[in-house]
């Protein structure tokens, strides 16, 4: 019988702790204006991005629970009141606070690959506008973008849109979905899949406008 293997979980936390340390490199030579630089997640700054990412480095199950109850069960605040949580007073504390967090295997309830969903997607919602580049690597993209296809829409995911549409990676042997192709890089399928406009000039295909 042909299995798939499994990856062990800490070789899926290894990949997730290497996103991390390398965001934190960029961070560290960032000036005080490119920490006030929209990011690609609308509302957010590059600051509310890194806090975000501190908050939720440190979050628990149980905690991500009763925090989205203080919330009233509205994501949007609860996204909200982890930045609050997550940002320092500076953005050098910030960062210190990422620093510290960085190395930590907890996160919100859910597939452990939604933690590479969160390190990639939110790292470029950061580079992208400031002009950094990272050549993340490709398992790491590909797995986040494997979640991605088979979450629904309620949770951040693509399922539905998929019904549509296939994907097509031109630097992986990624594809999924079903109907008019759409094809372009790995990691800008999987930003435009998690609705980063910005990504879909790189892509092709019939079904383009499906996917926009």
């Known amino acids: 019988m042909n299995m798939k293997r499994k990856i062990p979980k800490r070789y899926v936390w290894a990949m997730v702790h290497a996103e991390r340390a390398a965001l934190i490199d960029d961070l560290a ?4 204006a490119q920490w006030r630089t929209a990011s690609l997640c609308e509302g957010w700054t ?14 628990t199950r149980l905690g991500f629970l009763k925090d989205l109850a203080r919330a009233g069960f509205d994501f949007d605040r609860h996204n909200a009141a982890g930045v609050e949580r997550g940002r320092g007073t500076t953005p050098e504390e910030t960062l210190r606070r990422l620093e510290r967090a960085a190395s930590r ?13 969160e390190e990639i997607v939110h790292g470029e919602d950061i580079r992208g506008p400031l002009g950094l580049a990272r050549a993340y690597p490709h398992e790491a993209v ?18 539905e849109l998929l019904t549509g549409v296939r994907l097509t990676a031109t630097d ?26 910005t990504a879909l000039a790189d892509l092709t295909g019939p079904g383009l406008r499906a996917l926009a």
């Open 172 to 197: 992986t042997g990624f594809t999924a979905g079903t109907g008019p192709a759409v094809t372009g890089p790995a990691l800008r399928l999987l930003l435009a899949v998690s609705g980063r406009r």
């Open 105 to 117: 295997t907890s996160g919100p309830p859910g597939p452990l690959d939604s933690r590479l969903v």
């Open 46 to 59: 590059v600051h509310d991005v890194a806090a975000h990412l501190v908050d939720n480095a440190r979050t």
């Open 29 to 32: 030579v960032l000036g005080d």
């Open 142 to 159: 590909v797995r986040a973008l494997r979640l991605q296809a088979r979450t629904p829409a309620a949770f951040g995911g693509a399922r």
